[in-house]
């Protein structure tokens, strides 16, 4: 055995490793991704479309609003969710303990609540008269759920709902990678006078980068596509939430009612498009592929 | 990434679009099944849970029938989509379908699913049925479906407390118009309407005879906001809805149903159903106090003319391998007598409706026998609101118009026009052309 | 800064810390403990305004009887459905993940930043635009409806891969594989016998997110089934409920005795087990923590 040299591993062996995953990754993800870039230039016959399906969607009268509502949607959810998130979790990694773990269990719980089963539940926490926070609801002068959700009102509970319902689940992500964070360099911060918040800004919060850049991709791509909040808001409260506020919401629309999936295909890669174009910014910008910057 | 990297990455890119062409290939669009009709073979019968009941009454009273039933949701475009799957690769599609107004949209491009039945069921049959009904279900000359029930509108009344508050029951819209600033002046918080939902659409507009889904041929329909028949119903309700008479919220939205469990719900105008379905169990109107009346009439008209809000139709699919099982099925489930007068809404098929009538007459949760008026208003829907291939956006539009329009305050003189304009786009992207 | 002053400041900090967790969990979680109240209660108490009080026994046993009335107790058959697709979805997802996660840590080979860049790009991608493709594949397999169509492609988890790589990247240094492999092991015996092993905290989580994204699913049985004693939960409660006038009183003309209270039990039967299955992967996260072992 040479000494200086280090020994070469078997070429073959990621691609054995990665196999499995990568067959999953062509069939479920990648072909499909690739369908659907065929299909949004095809008619419902299914005859070659050219660039109409994009035109179409480009000039439906409802892509502006539903842009518009995605947008103040996320400007108000990306910021709460990031500072709740990660606020949260040093909190609940700093104090430790009984109350940390089970704090992180209820803040989870919403989350498991999707579904027809959440519309029950938000139809009745938004009612005043008859939801457990009725005594606020009054107090901000809300009358009815209707009433709740006019105006800016829908993009304020929807953007509530989104927080706490992914929250906990980020939480649980950022908890443990926190973590992972090496308790000698901790201990070394404290043993220099950090106070607690400065240990969080200074030492932790750098060590969990890869995981908030990628809680950043994911909830970026989560906003610009949601979906799931205002159909359930919708099922509650039918007159107040249309069945195309949001992006995603509208491609779901063209491909049940209208049964038109090149329109639905064309939709979604731009949503897609948007969330790649975070995606890679912030892959560069955290180097997230990089193998070399590692500790230990 | 190195240039052999990039090859590779090339070359999968490469590989998964032919893997994607091969996809493209299989399935054949709208495929024709080229099998003559089977007497024995399945027919496949999709229903939600509430009709699941009836389904099994079939396959009860008929044990030689070869029915496969299964449960979907009762969720807008579920038929839609399965049926477009089912185009785009040649497989799966049913036989018969449970729906409502989508018949229109599943009889015509892109999914060319629904099926005529002139030729499986008599025309006594479907002479039986109410006028409105077989307008519903007439598309192009041809019969498409058997309507299971309507939801002709009534109006329905507090007896108690309009004797106790010494009104009459308004015998014309004026009356109704003029009742509400009454109620609103020396009663405050007292309803007798609502507006904030789609179903109260059907009940001023559509009675009223606002063209907004009037079909003329099957590539023309009517949509104007600005006939008198529109504009009569906005100066009627905008005061109301001004004094508070008219409530601007959904009657199901829970700040309505207390205005129902606090009994100030005056009056409402709204489906046939409501009595069993709504002030029975939601607004808990008390037993003894709830009666319906006619609708109320316009001034030049002597009747009062009532909307539809709702009622579904059994529709047969061209793909069915069993045609005439299917269309049996869809007749008895419809016209079977002793079936349809147990079911909770008011039978479509004019002999069972009669018997429907005389098994509710005995009700005694009502102050009075609603079932003569049930019955005459089943013979008074207007006529000029067809099921069309923009339906969905009939319904969503309205609740995303104009009834959330009026709760941001806005006037109906304005929202109903713009509300008009969605349908229009609605209307030439299914195909139509829109005429004033 | 004297020893006794940051320690006050480290109790004071603690105290705001656990105000904070407390306060927070207990604003996310009672809308959860609503829920969990609401089959107690009559459907006349459920409407007029129960708030967070036990109702009685016997109005338990009668949303429960309701509930199983219809078709039989069809309730349960989709509980185990969903039971089954999920873990079958889990076990997959975790035999994929964890070798091609630490592939894409532990080796640098041609091919890497395109499969990472793919499973990017597929975490992103809306579900409006897969369903034709994915429908269309599985027609092509043969295995339209049945219970493969929706286990293989809840088993694609790319974010499950996605924690896999970072975790290995974060916490396995290569070093240790040279050690590994100086003393003559080959490629998989060392992923076998080191990076399985060191990988369990993450594998905890992964399949974790992995059964509450399969527990969720409501789209794949939507498009893949035509039976309904093939549904899984989240789609059978929505055939259930949407039915009836629980959530949406307007489709109130129905003989079903299906109101709120049972609505509410179906949805407990919905979320109960993703939160059994949080506690037990919580467990198994701490014992796999081996924070110190990787230090040579």
């Avoid at chain 2, 009104?167 to 609103?184: C, E, M, N, R, S």
């Avoid at chain 3, 026994?57 to 969903?82: I, P």
Wanted: glycine letters at 8%; proline letters at 6%; charged letters at 15%.
């Amino acid at each position: 055995m040479t000494s200086n040299s280090r020994v070469r591993p078997d070429r073959a062996a990621p691609y054995l490793l990665i196999a499995p995953y990568v067959l999953f990754l062509v069939l479920f993800g990648v072909v499909p991704t690739a369908y659907a870039v065929w299909v949004s230039l095809r008619t419902q016959e299914d005859t070659f479309a050219g660039a109409r399906n994009w035109v179409a969607v480009f000039t439906d009268e409802r892509l502006l609003p539903s842009v518009v509502n995605v947008g103040s949607y996320l400007g108000m959810w990306l910021p709460t969710m990031l500072l709740l998130v990660t606020g949260l979790s040093l909190v609940a990694h700093q104090r430790g303990g009984r109350v940390s773990q089970v704090s992180r269990f209820l803040w989870y719980v919403p989350g498991a609540v999707t579904g027809a089963a959440a519309a029950l539940l938000w139809l009745f926490m938004l009612s005043p008269g008859i939801s457990p926070f009725s005594p606020l609801l009054e107090l901000a002068g809300v009358r009815s759920g209707s009433d709740l959700l006019a105006g800016h009102g829908l993009a304020m509970v929807l953007t509530l709902m989104g927080a706490m319902i992914t929250a906990g689940g980020w939480i649980v992500v950022v908890y443990a990678a926190l973590n992972s964070v090496p308790e000698e360099v901790i201990e070394a911060a404290r043993v220099d006078g950090a106070g607690p918040w400065q240990v969080a800004w200074r030492v932790k919060v750098p060590h969990i980068r890869p995981q908030l850049a990628l809680m950043l991709i994911s909830s970026f791509a989560y906003g610009t596509q949601i979906f799931v909040e205002p159909q359930v808001l919708r099922s509650a409260f039918p007159s107040q939430v249309s069945q195309t506020w949001s992006v995603n919401q509208l491609a779901y629309f063209f491909a049940t009612e209208r049964g038109d999936f090149g329109m639905a295909a064309a939709l979604s890669l731009l949503l897609l498009a948007a969330g790649l174009l975070v995606a890679v910014l912030v892959v560069a910008r955290t180097d997230l592929y990089a193998t070399e910057a590692r500790k230990g | 990434m190195n240039r052999h990297a990039r090859r590779r990455a090339a070359g999968a890119v490469s590989l998964a679009f032919v893997a994607a062409l091969a996809l493209t290939g299989c399935g054949n669009n709208s495929g024709e099944k080229p099998s003559a009709p089977d007497p024995h073979a399945k027919v496949i019968v999709w229903a939600d849970a509430t009709r699941l009941p009836m389904v099994e009454a079939y396959q009860k009273s008929h044990p030689d029938a070869n029915i496969d039933l299964t449960t979907i949701p009762n969720e807008a475009g579920y038929v839609q989509t399965k049926v477009q799957l089912a185009n785009r690769s040649g497989q799966g599609w049913p036989d018969v379908v449970f729906t409502g107004a989508d018949v229109a949209a599943l009889q015509a491009k892109p999914y060319n699913w629904a099926a005529p039945l002139d030729d499986y069921v008599s025309k006594d049959v479907v002479a039986g049925f109410f006028a409105s009904s077989t307008t519903n279900c007439t598309i192009d000359g041809l019969v498409y479906c058997l309507q299971n029930d309507i939801a002709q509108t009534v109006l329905w009344y507090d007896k108690g407390l309009l004797d106790r508050f010494g009104y009459a029951v308004p015998k014309t819209w004026t009356d109704y118009q003029q009742l509400g600033a009454k109620v609103a002046a020396d009663h405050p918080g007292y309803v007798v309407g609502a507006l904030g939902a789609q179903g109260m659409m059907y009940t001023y507009y559509q009675a009223s005879g606002c063209p907004l889904s009037e079909v003329k041929s099957d590539t023309e329909v009517r949509i104007n906001a600005g006939a008198p028949e529109c504009t009569r119903v906005n100066d009627l309700l905008q005061p109301m809805l001004d004094n508070g008479s008219v409530s601007r919220l959904d009657p199901f939205d829970p700040a309505f149903v207390k205005l129902g469990t606090d009994r100030k719900l005056l009056m409402l105008p709204f489906a046939s159903w409501a009595g069993d379905f709504a002030f029975k169990p939601t607004f808990k109107t008390p037993p003894g106090q709830l009666a319906a009346a006619p609708m109320p009439a316009w001034p030049g008209e002597t009747t009062g003319y009532s909307g539809a809000v709702g009622g579904g139709v059994w529709v047969m699919g061209r793909h069915a391998a069993n045609p005439q099982g299917a269309a049996d099925l869809i007749t008895w489930l419809t016209t079977d007598i002793e079936l349809q007068k147990a079911q909770p809404t008011y039978p479509a098929y004019q002999p069972a409706a009669k018997a429907w009538a005389a098994a509710k007459a005995n009700d005694t949760y009502y102050a009075a026998d609603p079932t003569p008026v049930f019955a005459t208003q089943a013979e008074l829907i207007r006529d000029n609101w067809n099921y069309t291939r923009f339906a969905s956006t009939l319904t969503n539009g309205y609740n995303e118009s104009v009834a959330k329009g009026i709760q941001d305050r806005g006037k109906l003189s304005d929202l109903l026009p713009a509300f008009a304009k969605t349908l229009d786009q609605a209307a030439q992207d299914t195909g139509y052309t829109v005429v004033q | 800064m004297t020893a006794w002053g940051s320690r006050a400041t480290g109790r004071a900090s603690s105290a705001v810390g656990t105000v904070v967790l407390l306060v927070s969990a207990t604003a996310f979680v009672v809308p959860v403990i609503w829920l969990l109240l609401a089959p107690t209660h009559s459907r006349a108490r459920l409407t007029a305004g129960s708030s967070l009080s036990f109702g009685s026994l016997d109005d338990l046993r009668r949303a429960w009887a309701n509930l199983m009335s219809y078709q039989d107790g069809q309730v349960l058959r989709w509980l185990l459905n969903s039971v089954g697709y999920s873990a079958g979805a889990v076990l997959l997802a975790l035999v994929m993940a964890a070798p091609a996660g630490y592939a894409l840590a532990m080796y640098d080979f041609p091919g890497r930043r395109a499969a990472l860049n793919a499973t990017l790009l597929t975490m992103i991608i809306p579900q409006a635009a897969l369903i034709l493709p994915l429908y269309l594949e599985m027609v092509q397999f043969g295995l339209v409806g049945t219970v493969w169509s929706v286990i293989l492609p809840s088993a694609f988890f790319p974010f499950g891969v996605y924690l896999s790589y970072l975790y290995y990247n974060d916490s396995v240094p290569r070093s240790l594989l040279e050690a590994a492999r100086m003393d003559g092991a080959g490629e998989l015996r060392i992923f076998w016998s080191l990076g399985l092993p060191l990988g369990r905290p993450a594998l905890g989580l992964i399949g974790f997110f992995c059964f509450v994204q399969a527990w969720n699913q409501y789209f794949l049985p939507f498009v893949m089934f035509s039976s309904d004693q093939l549904y899984n939960l989240q789609l059978g409660l929505q055939t259930l409920i949407s039915s009836t006038g629980a959530v949406n009183p307007s489709y109130g003309a129905t003989t079903l005795p299906i109101y709120q209270p049972e609505a509410a039990l179906a949805a407990i039967l919905t979320v109960a087990p993703t939160l059994v299955v949080f506690v037990v992967a919580q467990r198994y996260l701490r014992a796999g923590q081996v924070r110190g072992a990787v230090k040579g």
